[in-house]
């Protein structure tokens, strides 16, 4: 939420949205910088890419509203 803040430009400082959100300023800034975010910087060490991931889920939901 604090970096979708940043991105919409609700908060101006990585300082304040970590204040606001109760999160760590270092982790924030260093995930503000790179863009990512908790999901995509561990992907690798999942089993199924983020897409792979959002296509199943979309499989599944697919065939089991029969």
């Known amino acids: 939420k604090a970096l ?10 990585v300082w304040a ?23 995509t910087s561990h992907e690798m060490q999942q089993l199924l890419t983020n897409a792979e991931e959002l296509t199943f889920v979309r499989w599944i939901k697919q065939y089991t509203i029969t």
Request: overall charge positive.
């Open 4 to 13: 979708l803040a940043l991105k919409n430009q609700e908060i101006s400082s």
């Open 17 to 39: 949205a970590a204040r606001q959100f109760k999160v760590s300023h270092s982790t924030l800034m260093r995930r503000h910088r790179a863009g990512n975010t908790q999901a």
